[in-house]
């Protein structure tokens, strides 16, 4: 539909500009899709009612350790939690015996005064809570390698409990095709060395967003979880409101299997065809936290987008980059194209990694970054920065055609774009 006032989710609130006389855009987002009426009680009926295995298999166990996303995943932990914790203690778990790790990943490990933005007080208060670190090789136990060679460390405290858990929300992924089921602690709990191998096949072009069955990226990851033991799972999906739509539990697999359709109802959108200018938001906070969270709208935006048009990032970023890494690797560099060459030399690892997956849309596209970091920072990673969206949208429209077809991308990414024509 043509829409000329725009108003973006960026970082915890929104942008709001009017598109030039005579230029409209088609508004691109999931479908629209109502919430639960309760979303504790969705909760609650996925645990009851699971897709295969049940929480009772393991009546018993005296430890449990639960794997939980960080600051930068937007799930309602005060709705997913307290009925999974509930249980766990029914069966005769004590609460100093049943530990959320906080799935980190290669992200920096979250400190103990940050907890309460991702978890109720009295969740804080009642059970012990780690954050994992993927360089704690202290902390970090061998299991042996994946038919890929992916060599699989894992997080001692998580391989060590009696029952192993995963939380979190079901989405697509940009290259993991979605997220969920085993990768909360394949990625989230592993060491750096199992993610950077694992992460090195999003080279493939089979791994990108939408594809789970064939993705070699994910179904690596599929197999870390095997190899980890990940004995339950507790996933929900969300609507672009981020709203529970639906729950399930059960083992890793069924989990994905189950929540994989009900993802896709609401995130796959058809468009008619490609555009000469995407205007994207990551979706607000905490999807834009960083570039290095933003960056996965790029990708998604990419797919809208016409060899030679440009996209247009709306992404608040206060924690910058996101990734010392990547903004290490990008000294020196001057051109998208001699990030392909670098990388060559260096090898892949995750930060870096960022690099390759924006320059393989840059080389294509051109790429403006309307965000709060330092212009700079923005030009030091080879992007077009702009400090207002209307600025944004000027440079762009005067360097297209007269007559240019727009796209906008409210909630980039969470929406799986497929074009009906390449044109």
């Known amino acids: 539909m043509g829409s000329h006032l725009l108003q973006l989710p960026y970082g915890r609130t929104y942008l709001t500009v009017k598109l030039p006389d005579g230029v409209s855009a088609d508004w691109i987002e999931p479908v629209e899709t109502p919430s639960v009426p309760d979303g504790l009680a969705e909760v609650e009926n996925a645990l009851d009612h699971p897709e295969d295995v049940h929480l009772s298999q393991w009546v018993g166990a005296r430890t449990a350790a639960i794997a939980i996303n960080d600051k930068t995943r937007p799930v309602p932990h005060h ?9 766990l203690e029914s069966m005769g778990l004590e609460p100093q015996n049943i530990r959320l790790l906080i799935a980190t990943g290669t992200h920096l490990p979250m400190p103990a005064e940050e907890f309460k933005l991702i978890l109720p007080q009295e969740i804080i208060e009642r059970y012990p809570i780690i954050s994992h670190n993927c360089d704690d090789a202290s902390n970090l136990i061998y299991l042996g390698e994946t038919r890929q060679q992916t060599p699989v460390f894992v997080n001692r405290l998580f391989y060590e409990a009696d029952i192993r858990i995963v939380t979190g929300n079901l989405e697509p992924h940009h290259f993991m095709g ?7 602690a394949g990625v989230g709990l592993a060491g750096r060395e199992t993610i950077n191998h694992n992460h090195a096949m999003l080279l493939d072009p089979l791994s990108h967003v939408g594809e789970y069955d064939h993705n070699p990226t994910r179904q690596d990851i599929e197999e870390v979880g095997q190899i980890m033991g990940i004995h339950f799972a507790l996933n929900i999906v969300m609507n672009a409101d981020r709203e529970i739509v639906r729950a399930f539990s059960g083992s890793p697999l069924s989990v994905m299997l189950a929540g994989i359709p009900a993802a896709r109802a609401i995130c796959q959108t058809m468009v008619p065809h490609r555009y000469d200018l995407v205007i994207a938001s990551a979706g607000g906070h905490p999807k834009d936290i960083n570039l290095y969270q933003a ?6 935006a990419s797919l809208l987008t016409v060899d030679g048009g440009m996209v247009i990032l709306v992404a608040a970023c206060p924690e910058g980059s996101g990734s010392k890494g990547y903004e290490h690797f990008m000294e020196g560099i001057t051109r998208h194209e001699d990030v392909f060459d670098k990388f060559q030399q260096q090898g892949f690892s995750v930060g870096p990694h960022k690099a390759i997956q924006i320059a393989r849309d840059a080389t294509r596209i051109g790429i403006v970054m309307v965000s709060d970091m330092p212009a700079d920072l923005v030009h030091r990673l080879c992007l077009q920065p702009a400090a207002l969206l209307e600025e944004a949208i000027t440079y762009a429209l005067t360097r297209l055609s007269p007559l240019p077809r727009v796209a906008i991308l409210p909630k980039a990414t969470t929406t799986i774009p497929v074009t009906v024509s390449l044109d």
Not at 79 to 87: A, F, G, I, S, T
Not at 295 to 300: G, V
Request: aromatic residues 4%; positive net charge.
């Open 79 to 87: 709705l997913l939690l307290p009925p999974l914790l509930k249980r």
């Open 295 to 300: 960056q996965k709208a790029l990708t998604h």
């Open 178 to 184: 979605f997220s969920g089921g085993a990768k909360s």
